[in-house]
């Protein structure tokens, strides 16, 4: 399925009350879209449904929110199955939650990379299988978040990596088997985006990262956010925002050892 109006159309987003979540959350609703977004934090929450009604442009749209961890498998069960009894069935899942803790493999605790996998993975996971009865009714699309470091390995990414590929093969595995339903799902992998969580993680990544991506542009919310939606608009599984993104994936995939030699000669510059 292809989205090309939005009108009318029911969107349930995870981690939408900041980052790439709430830049999409913003762009369904000025495209006359009915928006839930779900996110860990009530106050937060509130303050970006506020911004998200801001964009509506019909007093017939509908807004809620949904506090959620979306690791907590049975809780996640519980919410979901009431917010479709309040607030409809989705058309659209976005699944933007998600977590990171750049570190040298020796220094992640393994409770951070449960973490992680829990919140990248299982979230994504959990609120797929609780959603896809109905999204099978309305013939729906699915975005799941990867990223760059899904397809490329990144120094000091080993848990954000792993996590982040995996999505990869979830979502091109689930794509794969719901074409016979008509539910159409795609994977978003951008680069370094202008986001709360990015910020967090540049406190404490190693500076070989830093030396990894130090070229690299950072993209707005805003950018990936209307990639996302020109995407939905073609049915293109892969979602990769930018000109340079694009290029580092058909580099990987055409010229992995490329990919290497330059990662490894900018982490040897840094070092010397």
């Not at 879209?33 to 442009?57: P, T, Y």
């Amino acid at each position: 399925m292809k989205i090309t109006d939005f009108t009318g159309k029911t969107a349930y987003i995870t981690g939408g009350s900041s980052g790439i979540g709430l830049a999409c959350a913003e762009m369904l609703s000025a495209r006359g879209a009915n928006v839930l977004i779900m996110a860990r934090r009530s106050g937060q929450l509130e303050i970006a449904i506020k911004q998200i009604e801001a964009k509506r442009v019909s007093e017939k749209q509908r807004f809620s929110t949904v506090q959620l961890d979306v690791s907590d498998k049975d809780r996640v069960a519980d919410s979901l199955a009431s917010a479709v009894k309040e607030f409809g069935p989705p058309d659209i899942l976005i699944n933007s939650a998600g977590v990171s803790f750049p570190q040298k493999f020796e220094d992640i605790p393994f409770e951070k990379y449960d973490e992680i996998m829990r919140v990248n993975l299982y979230g994504t996971w959990n609120t797929v299988s609780n959603l896809l009865p109905y999204l099978k009714q309305t013939c729906g699309y699915i975005v799941n978040v990867s990223s760059v470091a899904g397809y490329i390995g990144i120094f000091g990414m080993t848990a954000y990596s792993a996590s982040k590929f995996a999505v990869i093969g979830f979502s091109e595995a689930l794509r794969s088997e719901l074409k016979r339903f008509d539910v159409t799902v795609s994977v978003l992998c951008p680069p370094d985006v202008d986001t709360p969580m990015l910020e967090r993680a540049g406190r404490i990544k190693p500076e070989e990262t830093k030396a990894v991506s130090a070229t690299a542009k950072v993209m707005t919310a805003g950018e990936v956010a209307k990639a996302v939606i020109d995407a939905m608009a073609k049915g293109e599984f892969m979602i990769l925002p930018g000109s340079g993104t694009r290029f580092t994936y058909n580099m990987k995939r055409l010229f992995p050892w490329l990919v290497e030699s330059i990662t490894d000669k900018r982490i040897s510059k840094f070092r010397k």
